[in-house]
């Protein structure tokens, strides 16, 4: 990296190869291309590709004919979170040697006949932005000597933030530098309204949560322009840079692409699809006008 380059601003355009790119993608691409040309910044691609299970090297090659499609610019080479498992579980590791994090053992059965229960009861379960509920406290009680014991025994276990004590171990309120559409200014973070999330699963070695935090400081991003679908994730992204020491990007989140009904576009709805509506004739002025830009 040259000295000029180190000083520019950073920006990302961060997609998951698990569907095709629609109008939402191209409305966020686009930000990013013109938020970086007008910061004479730089502008990174990062497939998001943590889940092997649903993105597939089809979609990641989609993803490269819409963009040159689009007349997005990008920087080479692209990081692919695939390549990078060692360094997220090394970073997992280390708030697991801090007692910040636990091996969690109940399944989704378990846990949805819990909520189930509860509600049937009466007793409101707490849930996330998101509406899943809140991960039940019996994991995170446990004793070390019992937790070792079913981890050898080869129960199948994700790895999760013991957020009360993540909040208790930083000791002051975490906010973020908002520029997006809709609250802007220094907001306020609240990690606790997603309970204890999940850092890193049986099946994938990394979350979301972690691997952005951890790609956006290695690649030195300094500015997300994201969805505001991911508004709120942003109090878990501040929290674990805070607890691992990372550097904290300014933030812009921005308004979503919706269907007629209002709803957000899903990967599923092939009518909005950047490949669909290429092969209908559109071209990229058009799809400029379409997401309003
Ligand atoms: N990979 C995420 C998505 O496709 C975006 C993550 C981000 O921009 O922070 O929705």
């Known amino acids: 990296m040259t000295t000029t380059q180190r000083q520019k601003?950073?920006?990302r355009f961060a997609p998951s190869p698990n569907g095709p790119l629609h109008l939402g993608h191209a409305l966020s691409a686009f930000l990013n291309q013109d938020m970086a040309a007008a910061a004479n910044g730089r502008l990174l691609l990062r497939i998001e590709d943590i889940d092997q299970t649903r993105c597939t090297p089809d979609f990641e090659a989609g993803i490269y004919?819409?963009?040159?499609?689009?007349?997005?610019?990008?920087?080479?080479?692209?990081?692919?979170?695939?390549?990078?498992?060692?360094?997220?579980?090394?970073?997992?590791?280390?708030?697991?040697?801090?007692?910040?994090?636990?091996?969690s053992f109940l399944?989704?059965?378990?846990?949805?006949?819990?909520?189930?229960?509860?509600?049937?009861?009466?007793?409101?379960?707490?849930?996330?932005?998101?509406?899943s509920p809140h991960y039940p406290a019996d994991d995170r009680d446990r004793s070390e000597g019992e937790r070792q014991k079913m981890l050898a025994s080869g129960l199948k276990h994700a790895w999760r933030l013991d957020m009360r004590r993540a909040l208790q171990s930083l000791g002051c309120t975490l906010r973020w530098s908002e520029t997006g559409d809709a609250q802007t200014g220094e907001i306020a973070a609240d990690p606790s309204i997603w309970g204890d999330v999940v850092l890193s699963r049986s099946d994938a070695?990394?979350?979301?949560?972690?691997?952005?935090?951890?790609?956006?400081?290695l690649q030195g991003v300094t500015h997300v322009v994201r969805g505001l679908d991911l508004f709120h994730a942003t109090s878990v992204?501040?929290?674990?840079?805070?607890?691992?020491?990372?550097?904290?990007?300014?933030?812009?989140?921005?308004?979503?692409v919706t269907d007629a009904a209002g709803r957000k576009l899903s990967?599923?709805?092939?009518?909005?699809?950047?490949?669909?509506?290429?092969?209908?004739?559109?071209?990229?002025?058009?799809?400029?006008?379409l997401v309003g830009l």
């Open 9 to 11: 601003p950073v920006f």
């Open 65 to 103: 004919i819409d963009l040159e499609w689009l007349g997005i610019g990008w920087e080479k080479p692209v990081r692919r979170q695939s390549a990078h498992f060692t360094e997220y579980q090394a970073a997992l590791r280390t708030l697991i040697e801090r007692g910040l994090v636990y091996p």
């Open 205 to 217: 070695p990394s979350s979301y949560h972690l691997s952005v935090v951890i790609d956006d400081a």
């Open 237 to 256: 992204h501040r929290l674990l840079q805070a607890l691992l020491g990372l550097p904290e990007p300014i933030y812009h989140h921005h308004r979503l």
């Open 107 to 131: 399944t989704r059965g378990e846990v949805k006949a819990r909520v189930t229960a509860s509600e049937a009861g009466g007793n409101p379960w707490p849930r996330d932005p998101d509406g």
């Open 267 to 289: 990967k599923s709805e092939g009518h909005t699809g950047l490949a669909e509506l290429r092969a209908k004739g559109l071209s990229a002025a058009d799809i400029r006008h």
